[in-house]
C-alpha cells in the first residue's frame, strides 16, 4: 500500500504541475479541467488506510528501511505538491489583479467619454461589456 500511495502523490504532483503551466499560458479552463483529475485522485489517497499498512510487514528490517524510504519520499512529494499549488495560486491571484486593473482602466474611460463628449445625450448611453 506504501507504493500506492506513493504512486498516487508522484500522479497528484504532475496534475498540480500540470495545472500551473497551464495557468501560465492563460489556459484558465484547462487548469479547471484538471480539477477532476486532482480529485480523483485525492480520493483515491483518502481511501488508503494508513495505520492498516505501518502495523503490516514490519517484522523485518528490510521491510521497515524500504518503508522509511517510501514515506521520506512521500513527504518530499508532499512538499513539491505544495510549492507548485503556491505558485498556482499567486499566479491567479495575478491575473485577478491584472483583470481588476484593466477593468478599473476601462470604467475611466467610458465615464470620461460619457461626461465630456459632444454627443454626451448619446454618449451617455455607452455600453461597454467586458
Known amino acids: 500500500m506504501m507504493k500506492e500511495l506513493l504512486t498516487l502523490c508522484r500522479q497528484l504532483l504532475d496534475i498540480s504541475q500540470q495545472q500551473k503551466n497551464a495557468l501560465d499560458r492563460g489556459e484558465v479552463d ?33 521491510n521497515s528501511s524500504m518503508e522509511e524510504k ?18 498556482s495560486k499567486e499566479s491567479i491571484q495575478n491575473n485577478m489583479w491584472s483583470i481588476k ?17 459632444i454627443n454626451s445625450a448619446r454618449a451617455s448611453k455607452l455600453n461597454i461589456n467586458v
Open 101 to 117: 486593473r484593466k477593468l478599473q482602466t476601462v470604467k475611466k474611460m467610458k465615464d470620461g467619454f460619457c461626461q465630456g463628449g
Open 70 to 87: 517510501i514515506a521520506d519520499e512521500i513527504k518530499t512529494l508532499v512538499g513539491m505538491i505544495l510549492n507548485v499549488d503556491r505558485k
Open 30 to 62: 484547462y487548469a479547471v479541467t484538471l480539477l477532476q483529475e486532482r480529485q480523483r485522485i485525492l480520493e483515491n489517497i483518502q481511501k488508503i488506510d494508513i495505520a492498516s499498512f505501518r502495523s503490516k510487514d514490519i517484522d523485518s528490517d528490510r
